[in-house]
């Protein structure tokens, strides 16, 4: 039988050292999260204009499927209205352009049969300009021109009176022969050049330019 092992040698008898694999990993220094702060702070602000980038692009490419819904209802109306153009009015507070008796309407009342609505009439751009967007003070952040491109302001060449695909106008007496190219007449665009100092324009044959005046 074996005799006990004497409590003398179980007090001496040398720890087992701990396993360096097990131990605590050590906390973050204050110096090490600022600077871990700092990183991220730095990248942030890298990303910012690239993200305000990317959203105005965004809006343009919005803006520019708006003017194409509107074309398309445009070219719908004309084939429902024996090819003549509606007296389209967007801001009632300018002198008129019309002449005395012409009823007129806003692109929405007379576009609505053919899917446009009050959504298809805002510019994200615009719409984010608060009170002093078009949107807010007109109902529309899109413009109508009414007149053909480089006409005599004392008597302008006006949509709606006779026009035929784009080539016969009516002026303020009898029936004008002007041939005209669809592409060459801006028809709707954005109020106010508000996608990166460029505007979006729809054009009578339905395309649309991102477009600057400068």
């Excluded at 131990?23 to 890298?46: D, G, Y």
């Excluded at 204009?49 to 194409?68: E, H, I, K, W, Y």
């Excluded at 022969?177 to 505007?199: A, E, N, P, W, Y």
Aim: glycine residues 6%; charged residues 15%.
């Amino acid at each position: 039988m074996t005799a006990p092992m004497p409590s003398s040698i179980l007090r001496t008898s040398p720890a087992r050292p701990k396993d360096s694999r097990f131990r605590a990993p050590s906390a973050f220094t204050l110096l090490e999260l600022l600077l871990v702060i700092s990183i991220i702070a730095i990248l942030a602000s890298m990303l910012m204009p690239a993200v305000g980038t990317m959203t105005q692009r965004a809006d343009s490419v919005t803006c520019a499927a708006n003017l194409r819904a509107i074309g398309m209802a445009t070219q719908l109306y004309l084939q429902d209205h024996s090819f003549i153009y509606p007296c389209i009015e967007t801001d009632p507070t300018n002198e008129p352009v019309y002449p005395a008796g012409v009823t007129t309407q806003t692109m929405v009342q007379a576009f609505a049969p053919y899917g446009i609505t009050a959504q298809t009439m805002q510019c994200p751009s615009d719409v984010k300009q608060g009170s002093s967007s078009s949107y807010a003070q007109y109902g529309t952040s899109y413009d109508w021109k009414p007149t053909l491109d480089d006409e005599n302001g004392s008597n302008p060449l006006v949509y709606g009176r006779r026009m035929t695909f784009g080539a016969a106008v009516s002026g303020s007496a009898a029936s004008l022969g002007i041939v005209v190219k669809l592409s060459k007449i801006r028809q709707v665009f954005d109020d106010t050049q508000i996608h990166f100092g460029h505007m979006n324009a729809l054009y009578a044959d339905g395309h649309v330019v991102y477009f600057s005046t400068h």
